[in-house]
Nanobody, 116 residues
């Protein structure tokens, strides 16, 4: 069993920054990739950013240049640095881990609210 614990969400004014963390623990045989998704009220969940074990990254166009994803392999922890936040970034952010057999594990989600 794999557990993902997210932290770092909260309320911030537009233009501000937040850093999300997601620590993975449990029966982790091998990590293929980790990433962050978000879901705003009334909208579908969308991929925000992903990172492979060796550091290759993908960032959604909507956050490119503002959000940065990184990984600490020794700690099985992924981070999402969010700068220049906008009200439209308001959502529940979910951490996802994809294992070597492409199995998926999800965190419980952390709320990010950006006020205008």
């Amino acid at each position: 069993q794999v557990q993902l614990v997210e932290s770092g969400g909260g309320l911030v004014q537009a233009g501000g920054s937040l850093r999300l963390s997601c620590a993975a623990s449990g029966s982790i045989f091998s990590i293929n990739s980790m990433g962050w998704h978000r879901q705003a009220p009334g909208k579908q969940r969308e991929l925000v950013a992903g990172i492979g074990r060796r550091g290759s990254t993908h960032v959604a166009d909507s956050v490119k240049g503002r959000f940065t994803i990184s990984i600490d392999n020794a700690k099985n922890t992924v981070y999402l640095q969010m700068n220049s936040l906008k009200p439209e970034d308001t959502a529940v952010y979910y951490c996802c881990l994809v294992g070597s057999y492409l199995e998926e594990y999800w965190g419980q989600g952390t709320q990010v609210t950006v006020s205008s």
